[in-house]
């Protein structure tokens, strides 16, 4: 479809617009985090940090704890994200490999688990958590995120692993091959792309999540978003801390994600469109 | 023997997932019912008397907060999603069209809101509205317009929040869009416009109807988004200015972890889940996820 020079250049226009609506928030994150403090109220703005200033993020660093937060997100997320993906993968194994009784069932139960509200698991968790002293643990928040993506890593999974014909690693089998061995040496090196996607969106769920770790965790184990939550107190908000602390849990994510956006749609609507 | 352990085999497989998930999901759940049968204070562990369905009939009928809530969800869920909608698809139908060049650039920049930490998000949200030192007021100012009191005035404060959320999840509407325009056959558009259709009609009549199942799909999806919205409001609003933002999730988590009535709270996260359940069949209908 072809049209006059006048139509594309409004289009282009209108494109323009939309994409700066969408990312400038984030640039002004990112660019208020290296302004001087006085330049955060100043009346017209400023839209660019003309002498970059290191110093709220070296305060955050310093005074915050925002490398043990960091530390923290990171444990959290590559670990509930590992124990997803390995145990996700041999239900994803089992549920397209073998024509097992219950099989759908499993599948429906699962993909339920995932879309179930967090409020349901919280209340529970934060109880038995309290008494069994997992309260503010890793242990304790990699487990209540494994409430979300080891369902979703074995449904996400299961879908790439039925784009994998199954007379190859049938063919596996009949050399003598175990299964767990056909997973892992032929099903596993087929799918890396689906199954690094399945990790980042596992990560990216973690990394986002605030009501888990709000609820279940307070200092020690706490990841990034609690604190972040905690730059709004009741009588001070401290705007340059904000800045510099949620543009550190901003670029790690927002850069991951673009790496894995053709994977994006079929992510977030669960297998259900594909990009 | 051989053929045996085959056999038993996907269930050794399944196993691990399925004991880990009975502990930390299943258990806790039909804990979290019995509770919910309970008036229980955390506070006060010993008191644990039975008093049946009657927190589920306390809060259908008698809680004034929860229906409030209730009608603020249903309320963010009509004010963003057909903006959303409406957006995404303008922007899905623009983007879709040859001669348009930079799709990956454009595309790139949509991602960002999608993925970014909510909470994050809902901070910087609450300083852009800050009202004298926010941008949005410095950008209506030089229109002439004069500070606008977005997150304090209790008629505002919902139309900010869905401000935010519309922020972050229209990018979501169109990338969800354009994956199915992209997906669309071409055939039946070649044969309307050969026939002599008007690009309206063809969008109308073709392409719209074809994308039917993807729109209710992100509808249900976006639904159940919101039902489970918790982090954006918590850290804009909290729920105020008097109760003028409180949403479903974000009040049973404060009648529980603030109030500590357990039972209440259990009650009230088992209506939820009967929500976003009835949601999600409807979600599985729709899609027609085969497995």
């Known amino acids: 479809m072809r049209s006059r020079a006048g139509t594309r250049v409004a289009i282009y226009v209108l494109l323009v617009v939309v994409s700066v609506t969408a990312v400038f928030p984030i640039y002004w994150l990112f660019s208020s985090a290296l302004k001087p403090a006085k330049d955060l109220w100043t009346i017209p703005p400023s839209f660019f940090p003309l002498q970059p200033d290191f110093s709220h993020l070296a305060q955050i660093i310093r005074e915050r704890e925002f490398p043990k937060y960091l530390f923290n997100s990171l444990v959290v997320s590559l670990g509930s994200a590992a124990i997803s993906l390995f145990l996700g993968s041999l239900v994803a194994y089992s549920l397209t490999r073998y024509p097992m009784r219950g099989r759908k069932q499993i599948a429906f139960w699962l993909i339920s688990l995932r879309m179930m509200p967090p409020i349901v698991v919280i209340l529970p968790l934060y109880i038995f958590f309290t008494r069994l002293g997992l309260i503010d643990s890793h242990l304790g928040l990699v487990l209540a995120h494994v409430t979300f993506n080891l369902p979703f890593a074995s449904w996400m999974l299961a879908g790439f692993f039925r784009e994998i014909p199954k007379e190859i690693d049938e063919a596996a089998l009949l050399d003598g091959c175990t299964s767990v061995g056909a997973l892992f040496r032929v099903v596993l090196p087929l799918a890396a792309g689906g199954i690094a996607a399945t990790g980042v969106f596992c990560v990216l769920w973690s990394w986002n999540d605030f009501i888990f770790a709000f609820s279940l965790t307070s200092t020690k184990a706490a990841t990034l978003p609690v604190p972040i939550s905690g730059f709004l107190g009741d009588y001070v908000w401290e705007w340059s801390a904000f800045y510099a602390g949620g543009s550190i849990a901003a670029i790690p994510i927002v850069l991951l994600a673009i790496f894995a956006q053709r994977y994006l749609v079929r992510g977030m609507t669960l297998g259900a469109v594909s990009s | ?291």
């Open chain 2, 1 to 291: 023997m051989k053929w045996r352990v085959r056999r038993a085999s996907p269930y050794f497989m399944l196993l691990p997932a399925v004991a880990l998930l009975a502990f930390i999901v299943m258990y806790p759940m039909v804990f979290s019912f019995w509770v919910s049968l309970h008036r229980w204070y955390l506070g006060k562990p010993h008191l644990f008397p039975f008093i049946g369905l009657r927190n589920y009939s306390t809060i259908l009928l008698k809680d004034a907060v929860f229906r409030i809530a209730l009608l603020n969800t249903l309320r963010l869920a009509v004010i963003c999603i057909p903006v959303e909608f409406a957006l995404g698809m303008s922007l899905a139908l623009l983007l879709s069209r040859g001669d348009i060049r930079g799709k990956v650039i454009f595309r790139t920049c949509l991602v960002m809101p999608v993925v970014l930490t909510p909470v994050v998000s809902g901070v910087l949200w609450k300083f852009l509205l800050h009202p004298s030192y926010g941008l949005v007021n410095y950008f209506l100012s030089l229109l002439g317009i004069s500070k606008v009191e977005w997150l304090a005035d209790p008629r505002l404060a919902l139309f900010s929040v869905a401000l935010a959320n519309m922020w972050q999840w229209t990018p979501f509407a169109f990338l969800l869009l354009y994956a199915g325009f992209v997906s669309l056959p071409r055939e039946p558009l070649e044969a309307a416009t050969v026939d002599g259709a008007s690009g309206w009609q063809a969008f109308r009549f073709i392409t719209f109807p074809l994308l039917t199942p993807i729109m209710v799909i992100a509808l249900l999806m976006r639904t159940m988004d919101l039902v489970k919205l918790f982090d954006v409001v918590y850290v804009l609003t909290r729920g105020g200015p008097a109760d003028a933002t409180e949403v479903l999730t974000l009040y049973n988590f404060r009648v529980g972890l603030n109030y500590f009535d357990m039972g209440k709270a259990a009650a009230m996260s088992w209506i939820i889940a009967a929500i976003v359940t009835l949601l999600s069949q409807l979600y599985l209908r729709v899609s027609r996820i085969e497995f």
